[in-house]
């Protein structure tokens, strides 16, 4: 794999996370759900996908290490926001407007306004790896589909 094609693989794995975050917003801003849309694991979304398959090859990184717990308190807070969001449906089912509904959407508001921080820090996170990407030398990625030992590219 060459340098641009890991590069292009970071890029479409931002990408993908601003999708998926995208879907949580629609959520707090009480757009519909999409069920089939909702990528409630880490290993379901596109990003997931990408970083527990193609992505390990760059797993001797620091910072393509740091982006999993980002990753993985994503996904548990957006489970939450997803969770809540269903009992609310119930509730309007039944037709119920109480305090505990109030309660519920600021529940889901300070998720989401947490998931947005972690979200932030992530998509920097991954600047930084494609940063590091791009200053490791091209005969590193001619050589093998995984990036050497830490010695090998320092």
Known sequence: MTKQEVILQIRQAYIAHIKWRSEAQAIHMGLPMLEKKVDLLQT???????????GQHLS?????????PM??????????????????????FLKLKTEDEV???KQIRAYFKDMAKISKHFLET????????????????EKTNNIGSKDDIL
């Open 44 to 54: 379901d979304c596109a990003f997931g996908q990408w970083y527990y398959g193609d």
């Open 60 to 68: 001797l990184l620091e910072t393509f290490k740091s982006l999993e």
């Open 71 to 92: 990753h993985d308190k994503m996904h548990h807070i957006y489970q939450s926001i997803y969770h809540l969001e269903n009992k609310k449906k119930k509730s309007r």
């Open 103 to 105: 309660l519920k959407k």
């Open 126 to 141: 991954l600047k930084e790896l494609e940063t590091d990407i791009i200053g490791i030398p091209d005969k590193y990625f």
